[in-house]
Protein backbone atom coordinates (compact mmCIF):
# COMPACT_ATOMS: atom_id res chain seq x y z
CA UNK A 1 0.00 0.00 0.00
CA UNK A 2 1.26 3.40 -0.57
CA UNK A 3 1.59 5.50 2.52
CA UNK A 4 0.92 8.88 2.61
CA UNK A 5 2.55 10.95 5.98
CA UNK A 6 0.61 13.96 6.80
CA UNK A 7 3.19 16.54 8.16
CA UNK A 8 3.28 20.20 9.64
CA UNK A 9 3.18 21.57 12.65
CA UNK A 10 1.03 21.17 15.26
CA UNK A 11 -2.94 23.05 14.47
CA UNK A 12 -2.57 22.96 11.00
CA UNK A 13 -5.47 20.67 10.80
CA UNK A 14 -3.63 17.52 10.16
CA UNK A 15 -6.42 15.63 12.22
CA UNK A 16 -9.03 17.02 10.12
CA UNK A 17 -7.93 16.56 6.89
CA UNK A 18 -6.60 12.62 7.98
CA UNK A 19 -10.22 12.54 8.77
CA UNK A 20 -11.19 13.76 5.30
CA UNK A 21 -9.47 11.99 3.43
CA UNK A 22 -9.70 8.66 5.11
CA UNK A 23 -13.39 8.42 6.43
CA UNK A 24 -15.22 9.97 3.32
CA UNK A 25 -13.99 7.02 0.98
CA UNK A 26 -15.35 4.65 3.78
CA UNK A 27 -12.18 3.60 4.28
CA UNK A 28 -11.14 0.81 6.58
CA UNK A 29 -9.40 2.51 9.92
CA UNK A 30 -7.38 0.49 11.92
CA UNK A 31 -8.46 1.69 15.54
CA UNK A 32 -6.39 0.30 18.31
CA UNK A 33 -8.02 2.07 21.33
CA UNK A 34 -5.61 2.59 23.91
CA UNK A 35 -2.59 1.81 21.77
CA UNK A 36 -2.78 5.49 20.54
CA UNK A 37 -5.49 7.37 21.65
CA UNK A 38 -6.27 9.07 18.43
CA UNK A 39 -6.67 7.23 15.12
CA UNK A 40 -3.43 7.94 12.95
CA UNK A 41 -3.43 5.17 10.29
CA UNK A 42 -6.34 4.79 7.77
CA UNK A 43 -6.86 3.40 4.27
CA UNK A 44 -8.69 5.79 1.60
CA UNK A 45 -9.72 4.93 -1.91
CA UNK A 46 -9.58 7.06 -4.89
CA UNK A 47 -9.68 6.57 -8.50
CA UNK A 48 -9.23 2.93 -7.95
CA UNK A 49 -5.82 3.70 -6.26
CA UNK A 50 -5.71 2.39 -2.26
CA UNK A 51 -3.15 4.19 -0.28
CA UNK A 52 -2.68 4.43 3.83
CA UNK A 53 -2.51 7.82 5.46
CA UNK A 54 -0.64 8.31 8.45
CA UNK A 55 -1.69 11.24 10.87
CA UNK A 56 1.63 12.89 13.04
CA UNK A 57 -0.77 15.18 14.49
CA UNK A 58 -2.27 13.17 17.32
CA UNK A 59 1.48 12.42 18.56
CA UNK A 60 2.58 15.77 18.73
CA UNK A 61 3.32 16.70 22.74
CA UNK A 62 1.27 20.32 23.92
CA UNK A 63 0.68 22.48 20.84
CA UNK A 64 1.64 25.76 22.37
CA UNK A 65 4.62 25.01 23.11
CA UNK A 66 5.96 24.61 19.26
CA UNK A 67 4.30 28.35 18.65
CA UNK A 68 6.15 30.54 17.16
CA UNK A 69 8.78 28.84 15.88
CA UNK A 70 10.86 27.04 18.11
CA UNK A 71 13.00 24.41 16.81
CA UNK A 72 11.21 21.13 18.69
CA UNK A 73 12.91 17.87 18.33
CA UNK A 74 10.14 16.01 19.04
CA UNK A 75 8.41 17.32 16.26
CA UNK A 76 11.34 17.15 14.39
CA UNK A 77 11.42 13.24 15.55
CA UNK A 78 8.11 12.72 14.33
CA UNK A 79 8.20 14.08 11.21
CA UNK A 80 11.47 12.19 9.87
CA UNK A 81 10.21 9.27 11.40
CA UNK A 82 6.79 9.63 9.62
CA UNK A 83 8.67 10.41 6.23
CA UNK A 84 11.12 8.08 6.39
CA UNK A 85 8.28 5.28 6.24
CA UNK A 86 6.10 7.77 3.33
CA UNK A 87 6.10 7.20 -0.08
CA UNK A 88 4.62 10.76 -0.49
CA UNK A 89 4.88 13.60 1.79
CA UNK A 90 1.78 15.55 2.75
CA UNK A 91 2.94 19.15 3.59
CA UNK A 92 0.14 21.21 5.72
CA UNK A 93 0.11 24.28 6.23
CA UNK A 94 -2.22 27.40 8.07
CA UNK A 95 -3.26 29.56 5.25
CA UNK A 96 -4.31 32.21 7.45
CA UNK A 97 -1.22 31.79 10.17
CA UNK A 98 0.92 32.28 6.96
CA UNK A 99 4.54 30.43 6.89
CA UNK A 100 6.19 30.43 10.46
CA UNK A 101 9.67 29.57 11.30
CA UNK A 102 8.51 26.23 11.99
CA UNK A 103 7.14 25.48 8.62
CA UNK A 104 10.50 26.61 7.68
CA UNK A 105 11.87 24.29 9.17
CA UNK A 106 9.84 21.24 8.38
CA UNK A 107 10.05 21.91 4.44
CA UNK A 108 13.67 21.94 4.85
CA UNK A 109 12.99 18.29 5.96
CA UNK A 110 10.78 17.33 3.75
CA UNK A 111 12.79 18.41 0.92
CA UNK A 112 16.13 16.49 2.24
CA UNK A 113 14.18 13.30 1.79
CA UNK A 114 13.38 13.60 -2.31
CA UNK A 115 10.12 12.38 -1.65
CA UNK A 116 7.14 13.63 -3.92
CA UNK A 117 5.47 16.60 -1.68
CA UNK A 118 2.48 18.05 -1.90
CA UNK A 119 1.81 21.34 -0.02
CA UNK A 120 -1.54 21.55 0.98
CA UNK A 121 -2.40 25.03 2.63
CA UNK A 122 -5.49 24.46 4.99
CA UNK A 123 -7.75 26.80 6.01
CA UNK A 124 -8.85 28.47 2.73
CA UNK A 125 -12.73 28.39 2.65
CA UNK A 126 -12.70 29.41 -1.04
CA UNK A 127 -11.36 30.62 -4.10
CA UNK A 128 -11.38 34.26 -3.07
CA UNK A 129 -8.96 33.90 -0.38
CA UNK A 130 -6.46 31.50 -2.06
CA UNK A 131 -4.52 34.85 -3.12
CA UNK A 132 -3.37 35.76 0.04
CA UNK A 133 -3.18 32.33 1.71
CA UNK A 134 -0.93 30.97 -1.05
CA UNK A 135 1.50 34.36 -1.03
CA UNK A 136 3.66 32.93 1.37
CA UNK A 137 3.99 29.40 0.39
CA UNK A 138 5.02 29.92 -3.30
CA UNK A 139 8.47 30.40 -2.25
CA UNK A 140 8.99 27.27 -1.12
CA UNK A 141 8.87 25.82 -4.80
CA UNK A 142 6.46 22.88 -3.83
CA UNK A 143 2.80 22.01 -5.59
CA UNK A 144 0.16 22.96 -3.69
CA UNK A 145 -3.19 22.51 -2.99
CA UNK A 146 -5.99 25.15 -1.24
CA UNK A 147 -8.32 23.27 1.18
CA UNK A 148 -10.49 23.36 3.45
CA UNK A 149 -10.64 20.59 5.78
CA UNK A 150 -13.44 22.13 7.92
CA UNK A 151 -15.53 23.45 5.36
CA UNK A 152 -14.56 20.81 1.90
CA UNK A 153 -13.13 23.18 0.04
CA UNK A 154 -10.44 21.54 -2.82
CA UNK A 155 -11.02 18.43 -0.42
CA UNK A 156 -12.46 16.24 -4.03
CA UNK A 157 -8.96 17.61 -5.91
CA UNK A 158 -6.64 16.91 -3.05
CA UNK A 159 -7.66 13.38 -3.11
CA UNK A 160 -7.69 13.15 -6.95
CA UNK A 161 -4.61 14.90 -6.31
CA UNK A 162 -3.35 12.31 -3.88
CA UNK A 163 -4.67 9.18 -5.56
CA UNK A 164 -2.10 10.82 -8.37
CA UNK A 165 1.18 11.07 -6.61
CA UNK A 166 0.50 7.41 -4.62
CA UNK A 167 -0.57 5.75 -8.34
CA UNK A 168 3.25 5.06 -8.86
CA UNK A 169 3.96 3.37 -5.68
CA UNK A 170 0.97 0.57 -6.08
CA UNK A 171 2.90 -2.68 -5.60
CA UNK A 172 1.22 -5.16 -7.61
CA UNK A 173 -0.45 -7.28 -5.31
CA UNK A 174 1.33 -10.63 -4.03
CA UNK A 175 0.83 -13.60 -5.72
CA UNK A 176 -1.42 -15.62 -3.03
CA UNK A 177 -1.98 -18.89 -4.81
CA UNK A 178 -1.46 -22.18 -3.56
CA UNK A 179 2.28 -22.48 -4.33
CA UNK A 180 2.81 -20.57 -1.56
CA UNK A 181 1.19 -23.23 0.96
CA UNK A 182 0.51 -22.29 4.82
CA UNK A 183 1.04 -18.53 4.74
CA UNK A 184 2.66 -16.96 8.33
CA UNK A 185 2.99 -13.79 9.50
CA UNK A 186 5.23 -12.76 12.55
CA UNK A 187 3.69 -9.83 15.03
CA UNK A 188 5.45 -8.43 17.54
CA UNK A 189 6.64 -5.25 18.98
CA UNK A 190 9.90 -4.75 17.77
CA UNK A 191 13.11 -6.88 19.38
CA UNK A 192 10.69 -9.32 20.14
CA UNK A 193 12.65 -12.04 18.26
CA UNK A 194 10.69 -12.41 15.07
CA UNK A 195 13.37 -12.37 12.70
CA UNK A 196 15.29 -14.80 14.40
CA UNK A 197 12.55 -17.17 14.77
CA UNK A 198 12.13 -16.94 11.02
CA UNK A 199 15.70 -17.59 10.75
CA UNK A 200 15.56 -20.53 13.64
CA UNK A 201 12.25 -21.76 11.30
CA UNK A 202 13.74 -21.32 7.83
CA UNK A 203 17.67 -21.98 8.55
CA UNK A 204 20.67 -20.25 8.79
CA UNK A 205 21.17 -20.68 4.72
CA UNK A 206 18.45 -17.83 3.90
CA UNK A 207 19.98 -14.33 4.27
CA UNK A 208 16.22 -12.35 5.51
CA UNK A 209 16.54 -8.63 4.99
CA UNK A 210 19.49 -6.59 3.99
CA UNK A 211 19.36 -3.78 6.56
CA UNK A 212 19.36 -0.89 3.88
CA UNK A 213 17.28 2.51 4.77
CA UNK A 214 14.07 2.59 2.60
CA UNK A 215 13.44 -0.61 2.33
CA UNK A 216 11.02 -1.33 4.64
CA UNK A 217 8.00 -1.42 2.75
CA UNK A 218 9.42 -3.64 0.47
CA UNK A 219 6.81 -6.80 0.67
CA UNK A 220 9.11 -9.72 1.11
CA UNK A 221 8.18 -13.52 1.12
CA UNK A 222 10.46 -15.95 2.49
CA UNK A 223 9.23 -19.77 1.38
CA UNK A 224 10.62 -22.74 2.94
CA UNK A 225 10.09 -26.57 2.86
CA UNK A 226 10.11 -28.48 5.64
CA UNK A 227 8.82 -32.25 5.90
CA UNK A 228 7.44 -32.38 2.28
CA UNK A 229 5.24 -29.04 2.81
CA UNK A 230 5.66 -25.82 2.11
CA UNK A 231 5.74 -22.47 4.23
CA UNK A 232 5.59 -18.61 3.52
CA UNK A 233 6.23 -16.02 5.77
CA UNK A 234 4.11 -13.39 4.05
CA UNK A 235 4.91 -9.77 4.55
CA UNK A 236 8.68 -9.97 6.49
CA UNK A 237 9.74 -6.73 5.73
CA UNK A 238 7.96 -5.23 8.39
CA UNK A 239 9.71 -8.00 10.44
CA UNK A 240 13.56 -6.28 10.10
CA UNK A 241 15.62 -5.16 12.17
CA UNK A 242 15.94 -1.26 13.31
CA UNK A 243 18.75 0.23 15.06
CA UNK A 244 16.61 2.61 16.74
CA UNK A 245 12.97 2.37 17.62
CA UNK A 246 10.92 4.84 18.88
CA UNK A 247 7.47 4.22 20.30
CA UNK A 248 6.04 6.14 17.08
CA UNK A 249 8.00 3.81 14.94
CA UNK A 250 6.99 1.02 17.05
CA UNK A 251 2.98 1.54 16.55
CA UNK A 252 4.00 2.22 12.59
CA UNK A 253 5.88 -1.12 12.45
CA UNK A 254 2.88 -2.88 14.73
CA UNK A 255 0.10 -1.24 11.90
CA UNK A 256 1.55 -2.24 8.92
CA UNK A 257 2.34 -5.60 10.63
CA UNK A 258 -1.37 -5.96 11.28
CA UNK A 259 -2.26 -5.57 7.91
CA UNK A 260 0.16 -8.81 7.12
CA UNK A 261 -1.86 -10.67 9.12
CA UNK A 262 -5.23 -10.33 7.24
CA UNK A 263 -3.01 -11.81 4.56
CA UNK A 264 -1.75 -14.97 6.47
CA UNK A 265 -3.31 -18.06 7.26
CA UNK A 266 -1.93 -18.12 10.86
CA UNK A 267 -0.25 -14.92 13.14
CA UNK A 268 2.22 -15.80 15.59
CA UNK A 269 2.32 -13.21 17.66
CA UNK A 270 5.77 -13.02 19.33
CA UNK A 271 6.22 -11.89 22.69
CA UNK A 272 9.34 -11.35 24.47
CA UNK A 273 9.95 -12.86 27.43
CA UNK A 274 12.62 -11.05 29.14
CA UNK A 275 9.86 -7.76 28.82
CA UNK A 276 7.31 -9.47 29.93
CA UNK A 277 4.20 -8.79 29.03
CA UNK A 278 3.36 -5.03 28.36
CA UNK A 279 1.11 -2.80 27.48
CA UNK A 280 0.54 -3.25 23.53
CA UNK A 281 0.91 -6.80 23.56
CA UNK A 282 -2.00 -6.65 25.27
CA UNK A 283 -3.64 -4.56 23.12
CA UNK A 284 -2.65 -6.58 20.59
CA UNK A 285 -4.20 -9.72 21.56
CA UNK A 286 -7.06 -7.80 22.62
CA UNK A 287 -7.15 -6.71 19.09
CA UNK A 288 -6.58 -10.30 16.78
CA UNK A 289 -8.97 -12.12 19.01
CA UNK A 290 -11.60 -8.97 18.22
CA UNK A 291 -10.49 -9.26 14.56
CA UNK A 292 -10.84 -13.51 14.87
CA UNK A 293 -7.33 -13.78 13.64
CA UNK A 294 -6.20 -17.31 13.60
CA UNK A 295 -3.44 -16.41 15.38
CA UNK A 296 -0.83 -18.60 17.96
CA UNK A 297 1.41 -16.73 21.33
CA UNK A 298 5.02 -17.29 21.28
CA UNK A 299 6.77 -16.08 24.02
CA UNK A 300 10.53 -16.24 23.02
CA UNK A 301 13.54 -15.98 24.74
CA UNK A 302 12.89 -18.53 27.50
CA UNK A 303 16.71 -19.37 27.75
CA UNK A 304 17.16 -15.82 29.15
CA UNK A 305 14.29 -15.96 32.23
CA UNK A 306 14.67 -18.06 35.66
CA UNK A 307 11.99 -20.31 36.18
CA UNK A 308 10.64 -18.81 38.95
CA UNK A 309 10.25 -16.14 36.71
CA UNK A 310 8.80 -17.92 33.87
CA UNK A 311 6.25 -19.24 36.36
CA UNK A 312 4.85 -15.71 37.12
CA UNK A 313 4.80 -14.95 33.50
CA UNK A 314 3.38 -18.29 32.37
CA UNK A 315 0.23 -16.54 35.26
CA UNK A 316 0.13 -13.38 33.00
CA UNK A 317 -0.25 -14.94 29.82
CA UNK A 318 -2.84 -17.02 30.88
CA UNK A 319 -4.58 -14.04 32.83
CA UNK A 320 -4.55 -12.02 28.80
CA UNK A 321 -5.94 -14.53 26.86
CA UNK A 322 -8.75 -15.37 29.41
CA UNK A 323 -10.90 -13.45 26.33
CA UNK A 324 -9.14 -15.66 23.72
CA UNK A 325 -8.46 -19.05 25.51
CA UNK A 326 -8.39 -21.27 22.54
CA UNK A 327 -5.30 -19.12 22.12
CA UNK A 328 -2.42 -21.67 21.66
CA UNK A 329 0.72 -20.12 23.61
CA UNK A 330 4.21 -22.04 23.22
CA UNK A 331 7.68 -21.09 24.87
CA UNK A 332 10.56 -20.67 22.83
CA UNK A 333 13.75 -19.95 22.03
CA UNK A 334 15.07 -18.84 18.89
CA UNK A 335 18.50 -19.06 19.96
CA UNK A 336 18.79 -22.37 21.05
CA UNK A 337 15.90 -23.51 19.31
CA UNK A 338 14.12 -24.87 22.25
CA UNK A 339 10.21 -24.73 21.28
CA UNK A 340 10.60 -23.86 18.05
CA UNK A 341 9.88 -27.37 16.68
CA UNK A 342 6.42 -26.99 17.35
CA UNK A 343 5.34 -23.71 15.65
CA UNK A 344 4.92 -25.39 12.21
CA UNK A 345 2.92 -28.48 13.31
CA UNK A 346 0.01 -26.15 15.80
CA UNK A 347 0.19 -23.64 12.72
CA UNK A 348 -1.13 -26.31 10.83
CA UNK A 349 -3.24 -27.85 13.23
CA UNK A 350 -4.88 -24.24 13.82
CA UNK A 351 -5.18 -23.72 9.86
CA UNK A 352 -7.15 -27.15 9.31
CA UNK A 353 -9.62 -26.21 12.09
CA UNK A 354 -9.49 -22.66 10.27
CA UNK A 355 -11.43 -24.47 7.19
CA UNK A 356 -12.99 -27.08 8.59
CA UNK A 357 -16.46 -27.92 7.51
CA UNK A 358 -19.20 -29.50 9.13
CA UNK A 359 -22.38 -31.38 7.77
CA UNK A 360 -25.70 -30.79 8.59
CA UNK A 361 -26.24 -33.90 10.81
CA UNK A 362 -23.32 -33.77 12.55
CA UNK A 363 -24.23 -29.94 13.48
CA UNK A 364 -27.40 -31.32 14.59
CA UNK A 365 -26.57 -33.87 16.89
CA UNK A 366 -24.31 -31.59 18.76
CA UNK A 367 -26.54 -28.83 19.50
CA UNK A 368 -28.96 -31.70 20.34
CA UNK A 369 -26.24 -32.91 22.88
CA UNK A 370 -25.13 -29.85 24.48
CA UNK A 371 -28.74 -28.51 25.18
CA UNK A 372 -30.08 -31.65 26.61
CA UNK A 373 -26.60 -32.12 28.76
CA UNK A 374 -27.46 -27.88 30.02
CA UNK A 375 -30.93 -26.53 29.26
CA UNK A 376 -31.21 -22.71 27.87
CA UNK A 377 -32.33 -20.67 30.92
CA UNK A 378 -35.91 -19.43 31.41
CA UNK A 379 -36.38 -15.66 30.95
CA UNK A 380 -39.59 -14.00 32.19
CA UNK A 381 -41.13 -17.56 31.92
CA UNK A 382 -39.99 -17.98 28.76
CA UNK A 383 -37.44 -20.57 27.12
CA UNK A 384 -34.95 -20.07 23.90
CA UNK A 385 -36.33 -22.72 21.60
CA UNK A 386 -33.18 -23.85 19.47
CA UNK A 387 -34.47 -25.20 15.98
CA UNK A 388 -31.11 -26.20 13.98
CA UNK A 389 -27.75 -25.44 13.87
CA UNK A 390 -25.95 -24.38 10.53
CA UNK A 391 -22.38 -23.54 9.71
CA UNK A 392 -22.65 -20.17 7.59
CA UNK A 393 -18.98 -19.49 7.03
CA UNK A 394 -15.52 -21.02 6.89
CA UNK A 395 -11.65 -19.63 7.86
CA UNK A 396 -12.46 -19.45 10.89
CA UNK A 397 -15.65 -20.66 11.24
CA UNK A 398 -19.15 -19.28 11.78
CA UNK A 399 -22.04 -21.44 13.22
CA UNK A 400 -25.51 -20.07 13.08
CA UNK A 401 -28.26 -21.42 15.89
CA UNK A 402 -31.62 -21.11 14.90
CA UNK A 403 -33.80 -19.80 17.84
CA UNK A 404 -37.47 -18.88 18.39
CA UNK A 405 -36.27 -15.41 20.11
CA UNK A 406 -32.63 -14.71 20.25
CA UNK A 407 -33.29 -12.36 23.27
CA UNK A 408 -33.44 -15.47 25.52
CA UNK A 409 -29.88 -16.57 24.70
CA UNK A 410 -27.96 -14.81 27.74
CA UNK A 411 -24.32 -14.63 26.97
CA UNK A 412 -23.78 -17.01 29.56
CA UNK A 413 -25.55 -19.50 27.65
CA UNK A 414 -24.19 -18.54 24.57
CA UNK A 415 -20.87 -19.08 25.72
CA UNK A 416 -21.62 -22.29 27.43
CA UNK A 417 -22.93 -22.87 23.73
CA UNK A 418 -19.94 -21.89 21.91
CA UNK A 419 -17.66 -24.14 24.62
CA UNK A 420 -19.49 -27.41 23.60
CA UNK A 421 -19.39 -26.40 19.87
CA UNK A 422 -15.78 -26.57 20.25
CA UNK A 423 -16.13 -29.55 22.06
CA UNK A 424 -17.98 -31.77 20.57
CA UNK A 425 -16.80 -30.49 16.54
CA UNK A 426 -12.90 -30.70 17.53
CA UNK A 427 -12.42 -26.54 17.33
CA UNK A 428 -9.74 -26.39 20.07
CA UNK A 429 -7.52 -23.91 18.68
CA UNK A 430 -8.98 -21.80 15.73
CA UNK A 431 -11.10 -19.02 16.31
CA UNK A 432 -15.08 -19.63 16.38
CA UNK A 433 -18.26 -17.65 16.29
CA UNK A 434 -21.59 -18.53 17.57
CA UNK A 435 -24.55 -16.39 16.21
CA UNK A 436 -27.85 -16.93 17.20
CA UNK A 437 -30.43 -15.92 15.14
CA UNK A 438 -34.35 -15.56 15.63
CA UNK A 439 -36.82 -17.79 13.33
CA UNK A 440 -40.23 -19.16 13.07
CA UNK A 441 -39.32 -22.30 13.15
P1 LIG B 1 12.60 -8.55 15.81
O1 LIG B 1 12.76 -7.08 15.85
O2 LIG B 1 11.32 -8.95 16.49
O3 LIG B 1 12.74 -9.18 14.48
O4 LIG B 1 13.76 -9.14 16.78
P2 LIG B 1 15.14 -9.85 16.39
O5 LIG B 1 14.89 -11.20 15.85
O6 LIG B 1 15.94 -8.94 15.58
O7 LIG B 1 15.79 -10.05 17.84
C1 LIG B 1 16.10 -8.97 18.69
C2 LIG B 1 17.28 -9.32 19.58
O8 LIG B 1 16.95 -10.37 20.46
C3 LIG B 1 18.50 -9.81 18.80
O9 LIG B 1 19.64 -9.28 19.41
C4 LIG B 1 18.43 -11.32 18.93
O10 LIG B 1 19.70 -11.91 18.85
C5 LIG B 1 17.84 -11.48 20.32
N1 LIG B 1 17.06 -12.72 20.45
C6 LIG B 1 16.04 -13.13 19.66
N2 LIG B 1 15.52 -14.30 20.09
C7 LIG B 1 16.25 -14.65 21.18
C8 LIG B 1 16.18 -15.77 22.08
O11 LIG B 1 15.37 -16.70 21.99
N3 LIG B 1 17.07 -15.77 23.11
C9 LIG B 1 17.98 -14.79 23.26
N4 LIG B 1 18.81 -14.89 24.28
N5 LIG B 1 18.06 -13.73 22.44
C10 LIG B 1 17.20 -13.65 21.41
Redesign the pocket.
Known sequence: LPIIALLGRPNVGKSSLFNRLVRQNKAITHDLPGVTRDRIYGEATEDEVRFAVIDTGGMLPDAAEHDGGGMDRSVFQQAVEALDEADVALFVVDGRDGMTGLDQAVSEKIRASGKPVLLVVNKVDGPEQEAKALADFHALGFEIAPVSAAHGYGLSDLRLRVAELARPFVQPAPADGPELGLKLCML??????????VNALVGEARQIVSDIAGTTRDSVDIGFEKDGRRYTFVDTAG???RAVITDHLEKLSVFRALSSSKRADVTIL?LDAVQGLSHQDKRLIAYLAEQRTPFMVAV?????VHKTRMDELRAAYEEALRICAHVPVLY?????GAGTGKILSLAEEIRRECVIRIGTGQLNRAMAEAITKHQPPVIKRRRAKFYYLTQADEDPPMFVFFVNDSELVTSAYGKYLEGQLRKLLGIRKAPLAAVFRSSHE
Open positions: GRPNAGKSSLVRRVNKVDLVSALT
